[in-house]
């Protein structure tokens, strides 16, 4: 046990019981890394089981197991009645070496790079985990109506198709997609649209979609326009493009087309960014004279308009109002949507509406970031619009969320009256709280804490005129509203010292 080998292994093998991964991986792993590192050299003999499980304080058994996996992998050379010999595979004998005295350092990874590389503060993750039982968000969809069992089987039935394989193995197609074509149609049936799939290009979601045409169509310190507390996820995505971000004042009639005429020249904007449909976060519906005055603006000024239509699929009276795009004669407007947001947020799917040599430029971009896709989720949402499924999932779910809408402006009329205003919105998952008297919304989330409430910076809204709240309730059912509205009250209460 005095021998070299038998000192190296002693020195740099070491094991926990208490994880997971069995002791005879975690040695073999280090044996392995030793081998790289040039400690064990090729020819090395290592000690018999006997000995290496004495050496090592682990049953013999283990120790047998550690040399086969050393062998199943190439790294040793087990001889009968020799012993066991350090082999280096071929493509592993580039030896990396550590000095002696920080042996123990390389088997920790560093925390830090040796190198610089750019950082960008606006691209930290917004996301904040918390274990509190309940929680307010923005206006997601409640993962519980998600149709589980009927969706393993449309699954378990996209991934039989025949035809997948040769898709996989096509290099490239002269016509368009089955999935493609169905979304056209579904999109000018629902939309009031007159698309062809040379129109359209399907992403993982709006993000990405925003994120490619944002590279497309902005340069450098070019001007964008945004609602005046606008999507904060929409402009990390324009500031990591280099864009100098300007708001536009936003009332009950959507985003101010009259300011961009007064403060703005021709030729200094690139694009405008809005939610036509509902704006985010005032929920507000940008009213149908304003449409038109921003799209003859924008054919007048020659900027670009991308239109992020989030949650079209969420309307309980009437009919939604037909997209900008729908209605642009001119080639200025790039629609962006998404489909399947009554399945997992996995199976959600964006797209990007635009002209035709727009698409094409954003299909090159897409290879690089996404080349494979997903076509098996591309054959199952083609299904499921063939066969009406999507329509008829989101009819039935939009009945639940109105029913959850009403409840939450009913709880909000008992416990909130005199104290926060708010307008029923006609769509959407999330409402628009602002309060009468501002408060600190800071304070009020830290007392919500108490309570069991997580209130998200995300949702929080307040300057020197805006004292508001977006409360996302799509994820939670009645029950639960109704939890939530009295925590919240309660937490009220203690802010401005009534309890």
Not at 130 to 158: E, M
Not at 382 to 395: H, N
């Amino acid at each position: 046990m005095n021998s070299p080998v038998s000192q190296i292994l002693k020195q740099l093998v070491t094991y926990d019981k208490t994880i997971v991964q069995p002791v005879y991986i975690q040695v073999a792993q280090q044996v392995i890394n030793a081998i790289q590192r040039g400690y064990l050299v090729k020819g090395s003999k290592l000690p018999g089981t006997r000995v290496l499980s004495q050496l090592l304080k682990v049953h013999r058994n283990t120790a047998v197991a550690i040399y086969d996996e050393l062998a199943s992998q190439g790294w040793v050379d087990i001889i009968a009645n020799k012993g066991t010999f350090v082999l280096v595979p071929e493509e592993s004998t580039v030896k990396i070496k550590a000095p002696a005295q920080h042996i123990q350092q390389a088997y920790t990874y560093p925390k830090v790079a040796g190198f610089p590389f750019q950082q960008s503060f606006h691209l930290a993750s917004t996301t904040e985990e918390t274990s509190l039982k309940y929680t307010l968000g923005d206006g997601k969809p409640d993962l519980r109506l998600h149709p589980v069992h009927q969706f393993s089987r449309w699954y378990s039935a996209a991934m039989k198709r025949k035809p997948l394989i040769n898709k996989w193995n096509r290099t490239n197609t002269l016509t368009p997609s089955v999935f493609s074509t169905q979304l056209c149609n579904y999109l000018n049936a629902t939309r009031g649209f007159h698309i062809k799939p040379n129109n359209l290009v399907n992403t993982r979601s709006t993000e990405m979609s925003l994120y490619i045409v944002s590279q497309l169509l902005i340069k450098q310190g070019d001007l964008v326009l945004v609602g005046q507390l606008s999507n904060y996820a929409a402009n990390m995505i324009f500031q990591q493009a280099g864009a100098a971000i300007r708001t536009i004042p936003v009332d009950n009639e959507g985003l101010n087309i009259e300011y961009i005429k007064k403060h703005f020249v021709k030729g200094s904007i690139r694009c405008v960014y809005v939610c036509a449909n509902r704006d985010y976060p005032t929920t507000v519906t940008l009213s149908a004279k304003r449409r038109l005055q921003l799209l003859q603006l924008a054919k007048t000024h020659g900027f670009a308009i991308i239109e992020d239509d989030h949650d079209h699929d969420f309307q309980y009276e009437g009919s939604a109002m037909l997209p900008m795009a729908s209605a642009d004669a001119n080639g200025m407007v790039i629609y962006l949507g998404k489909l399947g947001q009554s399945l997992f947020p996995s199976f959600h799917t964006g797209f990007v509406v635009a002209p035709e040599n727009l698409i094409s430029e954003a299909k090159n971009y897409l290879q690089l970031l996404d080349k494979q896709g997903d076509l098996i989720q591309e054959q199952m949402l083609s299904e499921l619009i063939s066969e009406g499924e999507i329509y008829r999932l989101k009819k039935k779910n939009i009945v639940t969320y109105k029913q959850r809408r009403d409840s939450l402006c009913l709880f909000l009329q008992d416990y909130f009256e005199n104290i926060i205003t708010w307008e029923m919105p006609l769509g959407g998952l999330a409402i628009w709280l602002q309060f009468i008297e501002t408060i600190s919304l800071v304070k009020l989330a830290e007392e919500a804490a108490k309570l069991d409430l997580f209130l998200p910076k995300t949702i929080l809204y307040q300057d020197k005129n805006t004292c508001a709240i977006r409360f996302g309730f799509g994820h939670l059912n009645e029950e639960e509203i109704e939890i939530v509205i009295k925590k919240l009250k309660s937490a009220y209460n203690k802010v401005i010292g009534l309890a």
